[in-house]
Nanobody
Framework: EVQLVESGGGLVQTGGSLRLSCAAS????????IGWFRQAPGKEREGVSC????????YYTDSVKGRFTISSDIPKNTVYLQMNSLKPEDTAVYYC???????????????????WGRGTLVTVSS
């Protein structure tokens, strides 16, 4: 059974940092990419970052470039999202998802995703 479990969300002040984790199980980790997506209240889900496990290629949406870093620990089947210099507009529920590697670059929640985690809430106070 494929499972994706997020952790690490919480409340942080503007300028602070958080590290999210996505623990994956039930599939061959390096055959897929793992993406982070977020959804703020009343807004559409958006792609944040993606990593192809096999070759380590990473992709970011423009609004987080230079602030967020995605990484993977293949032996632990875990992907991390280090979030620095957080802003109130980063407030959202963050989800990790299993992504077909070809779709990693697009960061589009409508394509190439077959499994989602339940999400972890990140709140950035001003």
């Amino acid at each position: 059974e494929v499972q994706l479990v997020e952790s690490g969300g919480g409340l942080v002040q503007t300028g602070g940092s958080l590290r999210l984790s996505c623990a994956a199980s039930g599939f061959t980790f390096d055959d897929f990419a793992i993406g982070w997506f977020r959804q703020a209240p009343g807004k559409e889900r958006e792609g944040v970052s993606c990593i192809r496990s096999r070759d380590g290629s990473t992709y970011y949406t423009d609004s987080v470039k230079g602030r967020f870093t995605i990484s993977s620990d293949i032996p632990k089947n875990t992907v991390y999202l280090q979030m620095n210099s957080l802003k109130p507009e980063d407030t959202a529920v963050y989800y990790c998802a299993r992504v077909t590697p070809l779709y990693c670059t697009g960061l589009n929640y409508l394509y190439g995703i077959d499994f989602w985690g339940r999400g972890t809430l990140v709140t950035v106070s001003s």
